[in-house]
């Protein structure tokens, strides 16, 4: 097996068994709301992107999303949000490709500000339908998220088990080339 294809299964390994963790109610959610979201790594702007700056982005409305653990235990719903591709905030960015394949050895990793990541790979965000429903969010029933939620998600609705890769409290989405 490729190195680069082992990092990214241990990668997601990880990211299946730490949603146990950040599953849980937590006691005081303030202390992770975050009000902005960085853009870091492999790209040529680097950003820092509150609300107002995500609205101006091309809108992406979602109706109902069911949210299913890695289990497959199905654990509720995510409904009528509104918010941005991540491609979009990407393209914006302006991803490091010095060579015509290192794109495929590109990972986007998404942080909170709990310490919970999810990752991605370029394919899934710019080559696949998976990144059609990658969304970064920051509205809900026409209104801010709530503590409990951050100002800024993210989610990936396409996904059969959009849970793990549910990201409350967005603080980061850092791009990474991972081998060489």
């Known amino acids: 097996m490729h190195q680069a294809i082992r990092i990214f299964l241990l990668a997601g390994a990880l990211v299946f068994c730490g949603q146990s963790f950040a599953a849980g109610t937590v006691a005081d959610p303030s202390q992770y709301l975050t009000e902005s979201v960085s853009v870091s790594g492999a790209v040529e702007n680097t950003l820092k992107l509150r609300v107002d700056d995500l609205r101006k982005f091309p809108p992406q ?17 995510l409904g009528n949000f509104n918010g941005v591709r991540l491609r979009d905030i990407l393209e914006q960015a302006v991803i490091v490709s010095r060579d015509h394949n290192d794109v495929k050895k ?25 990144g059609d429903g990658v969304l970064v969010f920051f509205e809900k029933d026409g209104k801010p998220l709530a503590e409990d939620e951050g100002r800024i998600a993210m989610i990936s609705t396409k996904d059969l088990r959009s849970g793990p890769r549910h990201v409350k409290w967005l603080q980061a989405i850092e791009v990474r080339k991972i081998v060489e």
């Open 61 to 77: 409305q979602v109706g109902e999303v069911p949210l299913v653990c890695q289990t497959g235990a199905d654990v509720g719903k």
């Open 106 to 130: 590109m990972v986007i990793v998404a942080s909170a500000s709990d310490g919970y990541q999810v990752v991605f790979s370029w394919s899934e965000v710019f080559n696949s339908p998976v």
